[in-house]
């Protein structure tokens, strides 16, 4: 693909973009992702939403203020000033980003961007280690970080790239950002980006091994709110928008900042918050639109605090699959119907979902407009519907690695391979069967380890579950099921057996798990997605005999 002439001075995204012939094959079908060739998203999702609707509309909420477009405006473009003017940023630099959810992390965030710059943003508790990864991959020029977490960050840059400036925002000292900013010009052009100029580098959660990085272009950030936000989920400029999920995990991104500022709509940014603390915030602040993870609607529901969420319009599911007994249970408690989907790092955001009157509960819905998806076979081939296969998607985004040999595994022949079993319906559902990995391949039958904690969460005492298969040598594999009961409930094998009993009566007895071990809690990334090859890491050359 030509790609138009970059505003970038510092070519080093563009430098390592993978060759054209290793890109998928990109869908411009939609009339609402065409594009002009210079386009800035940080200017189209402020500047143009601000002129269009106002500047004194409503734009970030927290506990303990409230901004409207205009201030953000404000103060994003001060930003912008310090960077280029104090900080001598060049189109093209990386800056990275560290910090919670919260104003200033908005403001900065659309402030590399209109300076032309491209952000890296990361998780604000990763460690040294994780962060000295980070730098090394991205080679960041400046870092911008909130000053609650400078420690780790300056332990990282020490050990990866001495010579990268780091500002902190918050702090009493005289090269806080805030401070800089107060002086600065709220006078700015935005630079005039192409619409194919790296704006983002996003990191994958690097579950195993080393951490990918993903590259998307200003184009890109508008496309999953002209097609997801826009045709699925549809916000309305008086909604208002929260999210637990950190903006450096793509799917918070989208809920928290791109989205809402596309709709012209509000976001209550949360910085930190237990499902109970969520559903309180929720009510007291009158959310209408909540993207969380299916495991925060799991524990508010058994928490009994689903009468606070009454009032939302839309509620979001994704980064694992929702049971058809949780989407259940939630629109008999709310009236809600949650919108499950899925979406990657390399895609942005959703890419697979349906809304309203067209969810099938269990089913994570049909391709978003913009978007095809399909199920392939192991030689790349379409499988009929009822057929197990890999899930293939093309459309106006996709996977471009940064300088990562690992961009031929995952585009195939023109498709983005997202690594997940799915299956495909007669009518276009698809339905989620397991991370490719997720796979049990059991005394020759093959086990989808998700239906078998669908079964167990059917059961009353089962407040959390992760089901895995782990080595044995008379099955090959045996499934292993990871439980968490509610309070008060014994762990003994009487509750052992009657979770297993459970499961042959509600699946295929084949299916159930050999082994059941109790925990306290079941290992998660920040965003609540349950992490199982921590689970098989700790029964590795350990495997326990089955019961």
Request: hydrophobic letters at 40%; charged letters at 20%; a negative charge.
């Amino acid at each position: 693909m030509l790609l138009s002439r970059s505003a970038h001075v510092d070519t080093f995204a563009r430098d390592g973009l993978p060759p054209p012939d290793q890109w998928p094959q990109f869908l411009f079908d939609l009339p609402d992702v065409h594009y002009p060739d210079r386009l800035n998203c940080a200017q189209r999702l402020l500047d143009d939403t601000t002129d269009r609707l106002g500047s004194d509309r409503r734009c970030l909420v927290t506990a303990s203020e409230s901004l409207t477009y205009g201030e953000l405006r404000d103060r994003s473009d001060r930003v912008a000033s310090v960077l280029a003017d104090r900080l001598g940023l060049q189109p093209g630099n990386r800056v990275l980003l560290r910090a919670p959810n919260n104003p200033w992390l908005v403001a900065t965030w659309l402030g590399v961007l209109k300076a032309g710059g491209v952000v890296v943003l990361t998780m604000p508790l990763l460690r040294s280690g994780e962060l000295v990864t980070t730098i090394e991959l991205t080679q960041p020029d400046l870092a911008i970080c909130d000053q609650r977490f400078l420690d780790e960050l300056h332990t990282a840059r020490a050990l990866a790239l001495p010579a990268m400036t780091v500002v902190p925002y918050g702090s009493d000292t005289e090269d806080d950002l805030i401070r800089l900013a107060d002086d600065a010009s709220a006078s700015l052009e935005p630079v005039q980006t192409a619409a194919d100029d790296v704006a983002l580098l996003a990191l994958t959660s690097g579950t195993t091994g080393r951490p990918k990085v993903t590259m998307h272009f200003h184009r890109d950030v508008m496309a999953n709110a002209d097609t997801f936000s826009r045709h699925v989920l549809r916000p309305q400029p008086d909604d208002l928008f929260a999210t637990t999920a950190p903006f450096a995990f793509t799917f918070g991104l989208g809920a928290g900042l791109v989205f809402p500022l596309h709709a012209g709509a509000a976001t209550l940014l949360v910085e930190k918050a237990t499902p109970d603390e969520l559903a309180d915030a929720v009510a007291r602040h009158g959310v209408t639109t909540l993207f969380t993870a299916p495991t925060a609607y799991k524990a508010m529901l058994a928490a009994g605090k689903c009468d606070l969420l009454r009032g939302l319009r839309s509620a979001v599911s994704a980064g694992e699959h929702l049971p058809a007994a949780t989407w259940h249970a939630f629109r008999d408690a709310t009236g809600v119907q949650i919108i499950d989907g899925i979406g990657s790092t390399e895609m942005l955001h959703i890419f697979v979902a349906s809304a309203g009157d067209d969810i099938r509960p269990g089913s994570t819905g049909r391709a978003v407009p913009g978007y095809v998806a399909t199920v392939l076979d192991g030689h790349g081939r379409e499988v009929p519907p009822g057929t197990q296969g890999r899930l293939a998607v093309r459309g106006p985004t996709g996977c471009r690695y940064l300088a990562d040999k690992r961009q031929k595994s995952y585009v195939q022949d023109g498709w983005n391979i997202t690594g997940d079993t799915y299956v495909i319906d007669e009518d276009g559902y698809f339905w989620y069967q397991a991370r490719n990995d997720d796979m049990i391949v059991s005394s020759g039958y093959n086990i989808a380890g998700p239906e078998v904690e669908q079964a167990l969460f059917s059961h009353p005492d089962v407040v959390e579950c992760a089901v895995v298969g782990l080595p044995d040598p008379d099955r090959g594999q045996v499934v292993t099921a990871y439980v968490v009961l509610r309070d008060g409930v014994p762990r003994d094998d009487a509750a052992r057996r009657a979770l297993q009993e459970h499961v042959k009566a509600t699946i295929a007895p084949y299916k159930y798990p050999r082994t059941v071990e109790f925990r306290d809690a079941l290992p998660k990334t920040q965003t609540g997605k349950l992490q199982r090859y921590r689970l098989r890491q700790e029964a590795a050359g350990s495997p326990g005999q089955p019961r």
